[in-house]
């Protein structure tokens, strides 16, 4: 496609994501403003404002959303690499599973992972990507990175896609901004004037701002129709993408062919007018990872929510009755002085502003009243405090612990439950509530790591050495891709490659549980238990305790304790650190010192075996020659005796002995090229090629002598 028609398409694709989500994304923008504190309708303010009466928020939206998001943080989500098939390999599984972890932990994926949940559980979406990366400025080397995606309303994704973690989308954009000069320096010939292009809500409404440039990236699949042409190690090969050399020996076309089609992820950098950058995924899907919430289709239409949706109107009310009792409990303040009529002549600016000022005293005139003198002004007692609205409040309050979820035991506050179960046991149905959420995240998770596996053989394809991260947290260095020779199982020498990332079949399974940290710490916590309760513990096994212990010089004092165990204990634990090095053999584990001696009287073995394999081979030899003089004699008889129709057939089936073999390396070639002349026609998929030789088969069985009247000494 031409520039002009990514332009296009992307315009009118854009358009389409931003009418079908729209609706949602304005509710979702409100949300997010709610979740800000910003929880009083524009006119009520107003006019409290110009009445100068207070407006309250009691926002603990944020502390509910914590709730939710700092529960998953405590349980990590791991991926999880096995082997599947076609070449894959346990140990190589281990190395993947390693670099996705280091991955994971060089691009600080957990931020990622939380600014996407924390969006989820908000507003009822977020998302984080990934892209790759060269390792340096002067590198040619590829690395990949998880991105964080800090506002959720700049990705567009497929509206039609509806798998939970996007995997079935077929499209989607990022938009972002750069500064103007930035742009200028990148891209010197390219023009940022403005044009119209679609917006979003909660997105930019310009692609060009006063000191800004509006970017877009757009992803999409692009499709080619292809011919699959099946070889006899299983593989289908796709036609003219392979060359001779990459069949291996003795593998050969079986005559299957069937039209397939090929599918590549294609990245787009765009303006408004015009195409900057554009280059080929190595990814089989579009890496934009969404995290959803609640999700309702409603005749089509898609509604995607968090927690925030259904708590506004429950937590307005109690704003407004707590600012209601605020307020009746502020203007107890103002009621007024009574006084008789003269007491305050000549003072009256002090007892104008008693209400709003501290005075040390406050002086007033006597004043008697029918030749009784009056008592000193007096303030008139306060009403009591509106119980009314603070039960409406508290009512409010429980409304909103109700439709999120979250109780007062999983806010850490004192609830009806005394015992610890019954506490655990309302934290945990806290958990049970809200627990699609993480139940989400990991889905997206686990896509992240198929899409991540689907790179790795093309950015991770050449000699190198990465970092890989242990599930302790420990790193350490692999070679990767590295020829070398080795030996099979036979005692041969063959050429292998070492941790080869570029073959295999993996699968992903994601687990979530609490870090390895904190299961270390629980370990220690559980090891001192059981001492407690069996002292004993720590004379049999107190280095192990305090080694666990997570504090400095653990390791010191657990190796003192272990000078003080029982002779028996500290021998063993002796014999296992200072046992020599094995190595596993059919027979059992050896010492490695002893493997070079092994080796040697295996070479003195396999030699023999050579020999004796030789001797062999010309016993068959001679035996061979035996049979074929017999038949040479057994032919000079046939023609003495002229048996004209024993002799033909016997030429029959010396002329059958003689067919040439297949030329499997001119197959090869053929179904390599497409344009080669004995290239194979493709057929519909399913249905399979009659061999082209199939009557030439029949005419030669039919031509076969009947054993029974071959000439005597001559092999049936």
């Known amino acids: 496609m031409t520039d002009a028609e990514i332009i296009a398409e992307a315009r009118e694709r854009l358009e389409l994501c931003i009418n079908a989500d729209d609706g949602d994304r304005s509710l979702a923008l409100e949300d997010l403003k709610f979740k800000k504190g910003d929880q009083w309708d524009e006119q009520s303010v107003r006019q409290r404002e110009l009445d100068s009466r207070p407006c309250l928020t009691i926002n603990n939206i944020p502390a509910i959303i914590h709730q939710v998001v700092n529960d998953v943080r405590q349980n990590e989500q791991s ?88 995997s079935d989308a077929e499209f989607g954009f990022v938009t972002s901004k750069e500064p103007k000069k930035e742009f200028e320096r990148l891209y010197p010939n390219k023009d940022p004037s403005y044009d119209y292009i679609a917006k979003g809500t909660g997105d930019d409404e310009n692609w060009l701002g006063e000191d800004f440039v509006r970017i877009c990236e757009y992803y999409r699949f692009e499709y080619e129709t292809a011919t699959l042409v099946e070889f006899s190690d299983g593989l289908g090969r796709v036609k003219g993408k392979f060359t001779v050399q990459d069949i291996p020996p003795g593998v050969a076309p079986t005559g299957r062919s069937r039209q397939t089609t090929l599918r590549k992820v294609m990245w787009y950098k765009l303006t408004a007018r015009e195409v900057l950058e554009k280059a080929e995924v190595p990814f089989k899907w579009i890496p934009l990872f969404p995290v959803y919430g609640d999700e309702i289709d409603l005749d089509g239409k898609v509604t995607r929510f968090g927690i925030i949706r259904n708590a506004k109107d429950p937590k307005k009310m109690e704003n407004y009755w707590m600012t209601a009792a605020t307020e009746e409990i502020a203007l107890r303040t103002k009621v007024p002085y009574i006084g008789a009529m003269g007491q305050f002549e000549g003072v009256e600016d002090d007892w104008q502003s008693a209400n709003v000022k501290s005075f040390s005293y406050l002086e007033y005139n006597p004043v008697t009243i029918d030749g009784t003198q009056a008592p000193p002004p007096q303030r008139q007692p306060p009403a009591d405090v509106p119980s009314g609205f603070i039960a409406m409040a508290g009512m409010m309050r429980d409304s909103v612990k109700a439709v999120t979820g979250i109780y007062d035991a999983s806010l850490g506050n004192r609830s009806n439950e005394t015992s610890g179960i019954a506490i655990r046991a309302r934290q945990h149905q806290g958990d049970v509530g809200n627990y699609h959420f993480s139940g989400n995240l990991a889905r997206t998770i686990r896509h992240l790591g198929r899409v991540i596996i689907s790179g790795i053989p093309y950015v991770y394809d050449t000699q190198r050495v990465l970092r890989a991260m242990g599930k302790d947290g420990q790193a350490s260095q692999v070679e990767i891709n590295k020829p070398e020779e080795g030996v099979d199982e036979y005692g041969n020498a063959v050429q292998r490659v070492l941790n080869d990332l570029t073959i295999g079949e993996y699968g992903v399974v994601v687990s979530s549980g609490p870090a390895y940290n904190t299961l270390k710490q629980e370990a220690a916590e559980s090891m001192v238990q059981m001492s407690q309760s069996w002292p004993k513990l720590m004379e049999v096994a107190g280095d192990k305790v305090v080694r666990a212990m997570d504090w400095p010089g653990a390791d010191d004092i657990a190796d003192r304790i272990a000078k003080t165990l029982p002779p028996g204990l500290a021998d063993e634990d002796k014999k296992q650190k200072d046992a020599p090095p094995m190595v596993q053999t059919p027979n059992g584990p050896i010492p490695l010192d002893q493997a070079g001696q092994m080796i040697g009287q295996m070479d003195e073995a396999l030699s023999r075996m050579n020999d004796e394999l030789e001797k062999h081979e010309a016993g068959i030899k001679k035996a061979e020659i035996a049979a074929a003089a017999s038949i040479e004699v057994a032919r000079i008889n046939a023609e003495a005796k002229g048996d004209n129709a024993e002799l033909s057939a016997f030429a029959k089936l010396l002329m059958m002995r003689a067919q040439p073999e297949i030329d499997h390396s001119a197959a090869v070639q053929a179904a390599a090229d497409p344009m080669h002349p004995n290239a194979p026609a493709p057929i519909a998929q399913g249905l399979e090629q009659p061999p082209a030789d199939a009557q030439a088969m029949e005419q030669q069985q039919a031509m076969q002598p009947d054993p029974a009247s071959a000439p005597e000494g001559a092999e049936a």
Do not use: W
Not at 95 to 107: A, K, M, T
Not at 128 to 155: A, G, H, W
């Open 79 to 166: 991926i999880h690499v096995h082997p599947v098939g076609d070449g894959a390999d346990e140990e190589v599984a281990e190395v993947i599973e390693g670099l996705i972890r280091h991955i994971e932990y060089d691009s600080c994926a957990d931020t990622a992972y939380d600014t996407a949940l924390d969006s989820a559980a908000s507003i009822g979406f977020g998302f984080f990507r990934l892209v790759t990366e060269y390792c340096n400025d002067t590198s040619f080397e590829q690395e990949m990175k998880i991105k964080r995606v800090r506002n959720p309303f700049t990705i567009y994704l497929d509206p039609s896609s509806q798998e939970p973690d996007g």
